[in-house]
């Protein structure tokens, strides 16, 4: 994904040039023939794997061209407090107030 010299390590990503078919390759970080894949046309519902494919496309594209993540670390606080909170609700077998 990116340029690292001659220091590169082998990946299973592949880069193919595009056509004017749709795009079906793996994402950034997992093999086209990992578990959890949905079969593409297929009526037995959605890709599980697109949302995460999406975000890792997004992050590596703010790398790239400069531009800001749609979700910067102001919304993602809210989102890691949440998590904390939940955990220590877990723990607590309590209710746990997010402050």
Same mark, same amino acid.
Do not use: H, W
């Given at each position: 994904?990116?340029?690292? +010299? ?18 079906? !390759?793996?994402?950034? &970080? ?5 578990? +959890? ?6 009526? /037995? ?8 494919? !999406? ?6 594209? &703010? #790398? ?12 993602? #606080? ?5 998590? #904390?909170?939940? !955990? /220590?609700a877990i723990e607590k077998k309590a209710r746990v107030v997010i402050a």
């Open positions: 994904m990116f340029d690292e +010299g001659a220091d590169k390590k082998p990946t299973t990503v592949e880069v193919s040039a595009r056509g004017s078919g749709p795009v079906t !390759n793996a994402s950034e &970080s997992r093999s086209a023939d990992a578990a +959890g894949r949905g079969a593409t046309g297929s009526k /037995q519902g959605v890709d599980r794997l697109e949302a995460y494919r !999406n975000e890792v496309s997004g992050f590596c594209a &703010s #790398i790239r061209t400069g531009k800001p993540l749609l979700c910067g670390p102001d919304k993602a #606080i809210g989102s890691a407090l949440a998590c #904390i909170a939940a !955990n /220590q």
